[in-house]
């Protein structure tokens, strides 16, 4: 298994991904992607959008505003639950996440916590304050004046802003039940302590899906959408089936609006952590938002002309975390010939580059004319080619191995004769000739 830090090394070193902020000293908690973290991330973006939204009849997208009326949060429970136990040491002041250093749930008492006996990760003292509530929603004020009446939240979850335009679909092209909304984008939390990585970010991105059901159908619906994500995991993202696992939650330790919660985990370099959730959210959010906009929120169903509020099924996944399953998967170790490499082992769909393209030399002007040519050509027809002519060719085959670029195509002196190529394939490092016409 791969360690975090060879991988946080990589990411940094290629330009996949950097601290947030670093040069002035970083911004706890949040990421910066480069030119390499952008092409993977929107590539599993893609895909998702691809798997979930274009390939079926049944779910629709939305693209919903981040800051939102802060009733949303009212309606939805966050703005009184949305919490993590906070626990302070009263030796040093540092703070934790107290169902992160104890086991216990995240509704954990005073009591209860003190009763585990645990020791402070930081000084090993035992000597706390009382657990309590910390709300992890960002406020910000919107307008010129910063008081109570201005005062709005950064979503914590992208579901709020399906949930609110549930009416505004079923009122415009009022789909067959079952149907599905889906939305990817930002959402912020200020965790009380990020860490892995991305794996805990402050700012993050998710794709969601609210699918809106007949009550009498959740169970059927929530393994119908259950297997849809292990397979989209499994076979697009193509994360290995042994590492990937299902949590059934128990009820205590279940978000405020669940009824149940299958959390699918992976097995990360820092242990086994949860990836992604699915939920069975019942007429909660619906029906908070009948209640605090007064509007109907009733479905009625085109054959039967039954009327109801639809329960909802939640897939929902972090992209920070799928990027790092995917790294996870992806990164190697091997020995060439004696000589030891890293590669990302990423599979078609996601590596940023299908090509790479190079002269064998770059002071050759036939030479990089051809290649120029060969660069187009592929660029025309993959899009997702680069050109690399820097170094000599063994460090440009690192570098392309470091990053997961498929195949390398090297334009030499017998290009020019018989319009063959070199082709060098990533995982196998094996060389063949090819006619140009066939890439
Ligand atoms: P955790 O228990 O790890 O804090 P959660 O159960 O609070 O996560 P959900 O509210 O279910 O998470 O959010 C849905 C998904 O969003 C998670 O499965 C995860 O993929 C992603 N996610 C949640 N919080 C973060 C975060 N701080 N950084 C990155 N991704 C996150």
């Keep these: 298994m791969s360690k975090l ?131 992890m929603m960002f406020t910000t004020h919107v307008g010129s004046v910063a008081d109570d009446t201005s005062k709005a939240y950064l979503r914590p979850e992208t579901a709020q802003g399906i949930f609110t335009n549930y009416k505004n679909v079923v009122d415009t092209i009022y789909p067959d039940l079952p149907f599905g909304l889906a939305q990817q984008g930002k959402a912020f939390r200020n965790e009380i302590s990020p860490r892995d990585f991305v794996f ?60 149940r919660t ?17 939920a069975y959210r019942t007429d909660f959010d619906l029906g908070n938002i009948a209640r605090e906009s007064g509007k109907n929120m009733e479905y009625r169903d085109k054959k039967t002309n039954e009327t109801f509020v639809p329960h909802v099924i939640e897939p929902s996944f972090g992209v920070e975390r799928l990027v790092m399953a995917v790294l996870t998967t992806a990164y190697t170790e091997d020995e060439i010939n004696g000589e030891k490499r890293i590669v990302l082992k990423l599979p078609e769909n996601l590596a940023p580059y ?18 120029k040519q060969v660069y187009n050509k592929l660029r025309d027809k993959y899009s997702n080619v680069t050109w690399d002519d820097s170094g000599n060719i063994g460090k440009r085959y690192r570098k392309q191995d470091e990053i997961g670029t498929f195949e390398c195509v090297v334009i030499d002196f017998d290009t020019l004769e018989d319009d063959t190529v070199t082709v060098r394939d990533r995982d196998t490092t094996t060389q063949t000739r090819v006619k140009i016409s066939t890439l």
């Design 262 to 278: 299958i959390d699918i985990e992976f097995d990360y370099p820092i242990g086994r952590e949860e990836l992604m959730g699915i």
């Design 5 to 135: 830090e060879d991988i946080v090394s990589l990411c940094k070193r290629r330009g996949f991904i950097f601290p947030g902020s670093d040069i002035y000293g970083g911004m706890a908690g949040t990421w910066d992607y480069g030119p390499l973290g952008v092409a993977l991330k929107r590539k599993i973006m893609s895909e998702w959008w691809h798997f979930f939204v274009d390939n079926r009849d049944d779910i629709y997208g939305v693209d919903a505003a981040i800051i939102m009326n802060p009733r949303t949060w009212i309606a939805s429970g966050h703005a009184a639950t949305f919490s993590d136990p906070l626990v302070e040491c009263k030796e040093c002041h540092q703070r934790f996440r107290a169902d992160k250093i104890a086991s216990v749930s995240e509704k954990v008492s005073p009591d209860e916590f003190r009763a585990t006996h645990t020791k402070c990760p930081n000084c090993g003292k035992e000597n706390w304050d009382d657990v309590k509530q910390f709300n």
């Design 200 to 259: 805990r970010s402050r700012e993050f991105e998710q794709m969601e899906i609210e699918y809106f059901v007949n009550p009498t159908t959740w169970e059927e619906n929530f393994k119908k959408l259950l297997d849809s994500c292990h397979d989209f995991l499994e076979h697009i993202m193509n994360l290995p089936k042994d590492k990937i696992h299902d949590l059934e939650v128990a009820p205590a330790d279940r978000a405020h609006y669940s009824k």
């Design 354 to 371: 299908r090509f790479c393209v190079s002269p064998l030399l770059k002071n050759k002007p036939e030479l990089v004319e051809k290649a």
